[in-house]
């Protein structure tokens, strides 16, 4: 009983060794472990610290590419602007001042005076048997729509003439005077004062009517013609109680659709118009709207 006694007290400082060994390494785990999660903890920190500084360098790249596109977008809308512009010079240099005038014994137009380009009139749009008529290029396809259009309307028109030189109006007007005097000059223009020298007028007639043209107004196709002209870009030059000729309801003048348009919409006729407004048509006058 006293050797058990003895055994048992000579072990306790061993037991209590053990416990204090067993206590420690319980500590330093934990003490390990509570650092690992402070290492960890830190390393997120870092990690999120990291990902905000990344997004605020992302909004500041977004902001810098958003102000480059603004600048860009700037810097684009100018080069439309300034080509647009350039555009706008090449086309006014290139279009001919002469068309939107006034030559009913208003303007003149010499002798060297010709349309930048004509072209012939399709004998399918021509009184039978006609000899060669020609008409300003870039009108031609207007006269070749309006005269198509005619047609599918059962009011269908023909050409009897288009472009005049200066010497055949000259020689037009000279075989007038021999036949009416002086009476001539109520219907038929002097040389260089006539529509026909531009190469954008015609006179025009019916298959029925043909050279007798003069009853064309009492004709349905020129009761179309005064409905239906202007969309094509052509007006009546000399309608009753105009200044400078008598009455020709077969004398069409092409003047743009926007201005022709403009004359039919307000009843005005060409010729009651100021020049300076006239001629704030000229540069879109071939255009097709």
């Known amino acids: 009983m006293v050797t058990k ?7 306790k400082p061993f037991i209590y060794i053990l416990l204090f060994a067993a206590f420690g390494a319980i500590a330093y785990a934990y003490i390990n472990l509570y650092n690992g999660k402070t290492d960890l903890n830190i390393q997120i920190a870092d990690k999120q610290t990291q990902i905000a500084k990344l997004t605020l360098d992302n909004i500041t790249l977004a902001h810098i590419i958003q102000k480059r596109e603004v600048q860009t977008n700037s810097l684009q809308s100018t080069v439309a602007e300034i080509t647009a512009q350039v555009n706008t010079l090449e086309k006014i240099k290139d279009t001919d001042k002469e068309l939107l005038e006034k030559y009913s014994k ?17 004998a399918t749009f021509l009184t039978p048997n006609s000899k060669k008529i020609e008409i300003h290029s870039q009108v031609l396809s207007h006269l070749e729509e309006m005269i198509e259009a005619s047609r599918d309307a059962n009011n269908p028109i023909q050409i009897v ?28 223009a002097d040389q260089g004062y006539s529509e026909h020298q531009l190469g954008t007028t015609v006179d025009v007639t019916t298959p029925i009517l043909q050279s007798t043209f003069v009853s ?20 009546l030059s000399y309608p009753k109680n105009n200044k400078y000729y008598e009455y020709e309801p077969w004398h069409w003048r092409f003047v743009g659709i926007k201005l022709a348009t403009k004359l039919h919409d307000d009843g005005k006729n060409f010729y009651d ?3 300076r407004d006239i001629d704030e048509y000229l540069l879109n006058i071939f255009d097709n709207n």
């Open 106 to 122: 208003v303007f003149f137009l010499n002798e060297h005076y010709t349309p930048s380009s004509i072209s012939e009139i399709p």
């Open 216 to 235: 064309f107004e009492k004709t349905p196709a020129f009761k179309w013609l005064q409905d239906n002209a202007y969309k094509y870009g052509f007006v």
């Open 273 to 275: 118009m100021d020049q």
């Open 161 to 188: 003439s288009g472009y005049r030189s200066f010497g055949t109006q000259a020689n037009l007007k000279t075989a007038y005077k021999a036949t009416f005097g002086s009476g001539a000059n109520a219907f038929s």
């Open 5 to 11: 006694f003895l055994s048992l007290q000579i072990a």
